[in-house]
């Protein structure tokens, strides 16, 4: 599974972005979908993910109410919604990509960036004034 990840930027505080995690057969088989973020100097941070079963999303408490991730089936691809941003959401975005086929990923492993099996390149994102 290689995984595409594109749509950062750099907008102001407030502003808005939608980053989009791609490939092939992503939605239409059993994968979840997951979101990290790595700003410079600081660990890599998981910010949400959304699973193919029964489409349970979940989310950081530092993004819950701002974020929301979502599956698009006819295009294979994974978004992650971003509003209100601020300048702490500057980092580079990872998504990344855990098979489900044998099971649902169990909510208590979804923030774990090891429990996931592929990984896409990341793609920048800078909220600045």
């Known amino acids: 599974v290689q995984l595409q990840a594109s749509g950062g930027g750099s907008v102001q505080p407030g502003g808005s972005l939608t980053l989009s995690c791609a490939s092939s057969?992503?939605?239409?088989?059993?994968?979840?979908v997951g979101w990290f973020r790595q700003a410079p100097g600081k660990e890599r941070e998981w910010v949400a993910c959304?699973?193919?079963?029964?489409?349970?999303?979940y989310y950081a408490d530092s993004v819950k109410g701002r974020f929301t991730i979502s599956r698009e089936r006819t295009k294979d691809a994974v978004f992650l919604q971003m509003n209100n941003l601020k300048p702490e959401d500057t980092a580079v975005y990872y998504c990344?990509?855990?098979?489900?086929?044998?099971?649902?990923?169990?909510?208590?492993?979804?923030?774990?960036?090891?429990?996931?099996?592929?990984w896409g390149q990341g793609t920048q994102v800078t909220v600045s004034s």
């Open positions: 990344a990509a855990k098979d489900e086929t044998w099971g649902a990923f169990k909510a208590s492993d979804v923030m774990s960036a090891g429990q996931y099996d592929y």
């Open positions: 057969r992503l939605v239409s088989d059993y994968y979840a």
């Open positions: 959304a699973s193919s079963w029964e489409d349970s999303t």
